[in-house]
């Protein structure tokens, strides 16, 4: 018997089947079908198309949504702004690093399907990257926040050399996967020269006259 769908808004319910279906898209790429999708969403297959009218939509929205911050920006605001500032930015690369390794999951899954991920590049999707990059940009800085102070370089240059850093330290043609966020932040801050060993201690005693 088809499981029987609670009612939803329609938004609602395009966000649940796209919530549903990006995982067996990282798993099976484009050779799923709407009756598997319908069955990890909870729903009539049927119910999919009142809100999308074929599975190709659905997957197009999937990669819209693969590409969407918002919740980045989320989890970038849920950082503990007490932590010291090494410690909030290694959460946050964290949080930058499971984004763009769901990407390149979903985009390495597609490629192997015959059909790679496109992202979409229209004038509207262009805008959004743009403004989404510029939130990113700003949820950063208010993660510094204070410390911007203690750095030698504006913020915005600091953040955009840790944001290739990040990228490069998950992208799958760039080797670049024992990357811990700890040491990336620890490069950017402190640069990848040896730091000179701390003077021993010296103690002189005094003989007994």
């Known amino acids: 018997m088809s499981p029987r769908a609670a009612a939803m808004a329609p938004d609602d319910r395009r966000a649940s089947i796209i919530a549903a279906t990006i995982p067996l898209l990282r798993d099976k790429g484009r050779g799923i ?16 198309f009142r809100v999308f009218d074929s599975k190709d939509e659905i997957i ?8 969407d911050t918002a919740a980045v920006k989320a989890e970038l605001a849920a950082v503990d702004r007490d932590l010291p500032l090494r410690e909030r930015l290694a ?3 964290t949080v930058m690093q499971t984004h763009l390794q769901g990407i390149f999951a979903l985009m390495s899954v597609l490629q192997s399907s015959g059909q790679p991920l496109h992202r979409p590049m229209d004038a509207k999707a262009l805008r959004r990257r743009q403004e989404g990059t510029a939130e990113l940009d700003r949820a950063f800085t208010e993660l510094i926040g204070d410390d911007a102070v203690l750095l030698r370089i504006p913020v915005l240059n600091f953040i955009g050399y840790l944001r290739m850093l990040t990228l490069s330290s998950v992208h799958p043609m760039l080797d670049g996967q024992d990357s811990t966020a700890s040491e990336l932040v620890d490069v950017v801050l402190e640069g990848a020269l040896a730091r000179p060993a701390a003077p021993a201690t010296t103690r002189t005693t005094r003989g007994k006259n």
């Open 33 to 48: 079908s709407t009756r598997e999708i319908a069955k990890a969403a909870g729903i009539a297959e049927g119910t999919i």
């Open 60 to 67: 197009h929205a999937c990669v819209h949504e693969a590409f």
């Open 91 to 93: 959460a946050a690369v």
